[in-house]
């Protein structure tokens, strides 16, 4: 499974990159404006600096909610780096410039996916990555993590080439619920993905090692 980072925060980007495991970023308007990064220019300059940091896929997402906005902000943002993927909303006028992007050979990520029916419509249409999200699903009572298990059985069953990143993850505890369901892709926050490593065993048996080579080498 692939580990993205989901912040435009640089430096727990840089952070995540120095562990040596990441593999790319997502980002979102609203994780953009976290950063407080304001007007097209200085999204596009951010955006710069992520791909010059990760060598990965980063998401960079569009604001136009039209198919011609989406298709002129969408050919902008592909231009700025090879490794952006454009990030459109799953409506009717996002899976249309998916369409648009993966005839023209434009790597997208279809995201704002709730629902087996929309993952459909995400990979019929070509998309790169197709993004539900656990947590705002878990939020409201459903089961997040059954729905990135169904995606990836119904693109199994019938040989989508379209990869499942599940998103909106949380806490620890969702990426390895993901690893479990067959995720291609799990976008987490830094302290999910630190979480991951956290074991008290680990911690006791570090220090009995420390402790024990410290009494012969005193
Ligand atoms: O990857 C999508 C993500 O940024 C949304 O997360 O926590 O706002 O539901 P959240």
Redesign the pocket.
């Known amino acids: 499974m692939k580990f993205f980072i989901?912040t435009a925060n640089l430096a727990q980007i840089r952070e995540a990159n120095e562990m040596g495991v990441l593999d790319g970023v997502?980002t979102?308007p609203?994780?953009m404006a976290k950063e407080n990064i304001r007007g097209e220019e200085a999204c596009r300059r951010h955006y710069v600096e992520i791909c010059n940091i990760v060598d990965g896929d980063v998401s960079a997402e569009v604001i136009a909610t039209d198919f011609e906005g989406m298709v002129r902000e969408g050919e902008e943002l592909a231009a700025l780096h090879p490794r952006i993927v454009v990030k459109l909303p799953c409506t009717a006028e996002g899976i249309r410039a998916v369409k648009y992007f993966s005839q023209k050979g434009i790597r997208t990520n279809c995201?704002l996916v709730f629902s087996p029916g929309q993952a459909l419509l995400a990979a019929k249409a070509g998309a790169t990555y197709v993004?539900p999200?656990v947590?705002?699903l878990d939020d409201i009572c459903a089961d997040g993590v059954e729905l990135v298990r169904r995606i990836v059985e119904i693109y199994r069953y019938y040989g989508y080439a379209t990869q499942v990143l599940a998103?909106?993850i949380?806490h620890t505890q969702h990426i390895v619920a993901c690893l479990d369901a067959g995720a291609d892709v799990a976008?987490c926050p830094l302290s999910a993905i630190k979480g991951l490593l956290r074991h008290p065993l680990t911690d006791s048996g570090l220090a009995a090692f420390l402790a024990d080579h410290a009494k012969v080498n005193a």
Do not use: V
């Open positions: 989901d997502t979102n609203s994780l995201t993004s999200f947590g705002r998103a909106s949380r976008t």
